[in-house]
């Protein structure tokens, strides 16, 4: 069964940097692109960037490049979304999914980490 | 960027009836979109990709259809468990784009 578990809930102050997780199980990590999606309190879903560890080859979205890092460990199955200096408008739900192969959709999902920095 | 606008935000449908969600796109993403539901408190989850193919598992009562800038996810009895927000996303251009999203709640 394909699974994405993500790390847990963060409160930070503006300013601090963070590195979320998202580990993968039931599949062949490396073989498969990993996304990140941003959904800020009460809105849509908004596409960050993807990685594919096997590379590891990365592609962010125009919003996003320069504001976030994206990264992977394909010996421990794990992506990671970074940020080096948090601000309140970062306050979100941040979503790993697992791209399907060959295509660009999002096939399988982690829970979501909720990221609150306060100003 | 591909502007994905979703109409209407929100639908209000009793149980047992059809909702019909449609999904525009500002250019031609040829049959690269994809749906996904998202319930409250919920990751959202995949429905239907390539505009029409239902991913495994799901109940026949969705459907996809569409193609070029066009596309329409039906619902054809609508459940309890149904009632959630939609999204459309398409991936034929970089980056890929969701729409707004379309609520579908109870009446």
């Known amino acids: 069964e394909v699974q994405l578990v993500q790390s847990g809930a963060e409160v930070k102050k503006a300013g601090e940097s963070l590195k979320i997780s998202c580990k993968g199980a039931?599949?062949?990590?490396?073989?498969?692109?990993i996304g990140w999606v941003r959904q800020m309190p009460g809105k849509g879903l908004e596409w960050m960037g993807i990685?594919?560890?096997?590379?590891?080859?990365?592609r962010y979205g125009p919003s996003f490049e320069g504001q976030v890092t994206i990264s992977a460990d394909k010996s421990i199955t794990t992506a990671y979304l970074q940020w080096r200096s948090l601000k309140a408008s970062d306050t979100a739900i941040y979503y790993c999914?697992?791209?399907?192969?060959?295509?660009?959709?999002?096939?399988?999902w982690g829970q979501g980490t909720l990221v609150t920095v306060s100003s | 960027d591909i502007v994905m606008t979703q109409s209407p935000a929100t639908l209000s449908v009793s149980p047992e009836e059809r909702a019909t969600l449609s999904c525009r796109a500002s250019?031609?993403?040829?049959?690269?979109l994809a749906w996904y539901q998202q319930r409250p408190g919920q990751a959202p989850r995949l429905l239907i990709y390539?505009?029409?193919t239902r991913a495994p598992g799901l109940p026949a009562r969705f459907s996809g259809s569409g193609s070029g800038t066009q596309f329409t996810l039906t619902i054809s009895s609508v459940q309890s468990e149904d009632f959630a927000v939609y999204y459309c996303?398409?991936?034929?251009?970089?980056?890929?784009?969701f729409g707004q999203g379309t609520k579908v709640e109870i009446k």
């Open positions: 999914a697992r791209v399907a192969s060959g295509y660009f959709y999002f096939d399988y």
């Open positions: 039931g599949y062949n990590f490396g073989n498969y692109w």
């Open positions: 990685i594919f560890p096997g590379d590891p080859h990365i």
């Open positions: 250019q031609s993403v040829s049959s690269n």
């Open positions: 390539d505009a029409s």
């Open positions: 996303h398409q991936y034929n251009n970089w980056p890929g784009t």
